[in-house]
């Protein structure tokens, strides 16, 4: 059994490497309903992959609370090394990476967001977010407000059809990417 967050894209890959097997959903909108009963297949010597849509799973994707209890119940829980769009990122955008932090996806609301780069503020590694597209030119809006007018580099949909590769300053990617 593979557990994903989206069936159908999950299926795509599975059948592209000619695997067949069960597929189940698990994301942050099922995953208390679902986690018992997955855990209890677990504790019975049941095994299963847990993917993610991109990237890695676990790293700004769903799934912690379940390896946090999986492992509480003393199942043992195997990563399988893949890819990371933080690390795909870094490798190509040109930038220092002996010290970056990678700081996920800030709070979707303006003001949390703008308190939360506040605290940041003066920190001299690169720094690497998350951030989907309709709110990408607001929180880079907000990056320059509380930041100033940093050099940026907007890397998304890395290995896919779409992928995008923009550098420029945080203030004229903001007017770019604003819907």
Do not use: W
Request: glycine letters at 10%; one cysteine or more; aromatic letters at 6%.
């Amino acid at each position: 059994e593979v557990l994903c967050e989206d069936t159908r894209i999950s299926g795509r890959l599975l059948q592209a490497m000619d695997i067949k097997a069960r597929l189940r959903p698990y994301h942050d909108h099922n995953g208390a309903e679902v986690r018992p009963a997955i855990l209890s297949a677990l504790k019975d010597g049941g095994r299963l992959a847990l993917i993610s849509d991109a990237g890695t799973p676990l790293i700004s994707d769903p799934g912690y609370k379940l390896v946090a209890e999986a492992r509480a119940q003393g199942t043992a829980v195997f990563a399988v090394p893949g890819p990371s769009a933080v690390i795909a990122a870094l490798s190509i955008a040109g930038v220092p990476t002996d010290r970056f932090s990678f700081l996920g996806f800030l709070p979707p609301k303006e003001g949390p967001r703008q308190k939360t780069l506040s605290e940041i503020a003066g920190r001299s590694e690169t720094l690497v977010f998350y951030e989907t597209g309709p709110r990408l030119g607001r929180m880079l809006a907000d990056v320059t407000k509380v930041m100033g007018n940093r050099p940026a580099l907007i890397a998304r949909e890395l290995t896919k059809l779409h992928e995008e590769v923009v550098e420029g300053s945080s203030e004229g990617l903001s007017q770019r990417y604003i819907t």
